[in-house]
């Protein structure tokens, strides 16, 4: 009896917990000093060295090199994950910026965009729950299992900005066309 009281208080606790990381991921604070070209101009391939950072690839290397010990292989996945978590961060700090341009871009719009103000709600669960899954595989890394993709994150944010370039492209004109 006690060990159910004990695991639906655990489990509560987790939602609760997963519900904090949630809201903290999705809540768009307001940034003055944020522009719409800013967002356009951001590169994603600054994102490039996290699909390969945590890769097994180099630690193999390394492994069959002389001098090679246990410990450092250690302290060479420690030092990458720290890094991964640092570009996680301002991959973060990216999303929410775009995700706010796109947001603004929706509600001054001169025609109703209900699609992607559609498209932008599902982008943040999904953004949100691709960083949920990465935490989740970053412990696992941390004792040594499996690697992180992060490629659904980047791809997020890379719709999110094709969204703003729709928003920004003027409409064409029939008689433009012609």
């Not at 639906?8 to 519900?19: D, I, K, M, S, Y």
């Not at 341009?101 to 509600?107: C, H, S």
């Not at 595989?137 to 004792?143: C, K, S």
């Not at 690697?147 to 997020?156: A, C």
Request: glycine share 6%; with cysteine.
């Amino acid at each position: 009896m006690h060990i159910f009281v004990v695991a639906a208080l655990l489990a509560l606790a987790l939602v609760g917990l997963a519900l904090v990381f949630l809201y903290r991921i999705l809540a768009v604070r307001p940034n003055p000093d944020f522009a719409v070209d800013q967002c356009l101009a951001l590169s994603l391939e600054k994102y490039r060295p996290m699909e390969r950072l945590l890769q097994e690839d180099d630690l193999r290397f390394l492994a069959s090199q002389p001098g090679f010990s246990p410990q450092l292989g250690r302290r060479l996945r420690s030092g990458r994950r720290r890094i991964f978590r640092g570009y996680l961060r301002n991959l973060k700090k990216d999303f929410g910026r775009v995700s706010l341009a796109l947001q603004t871009l929706i509600v001054h719009s001169v025609e109703d965009r209900g699609d992607l103000a559609a498209s932008l709600t599902r982008q943040r669960l999904m953004f949100a729950a691709g960083l949920l899954a990465i935490e989740a595989r970053l412990l696992l890394h941390t004792a040594g299992i499996g690697t992180v993709d992060v490629r659904g994150l980047v791809d997020s944010l890379e719709t999110m900005q094709s969204q703003i370039r729709l928003l920004l492209t003027p409409p064409q004109t029939a008689a433009a066309t012609l």
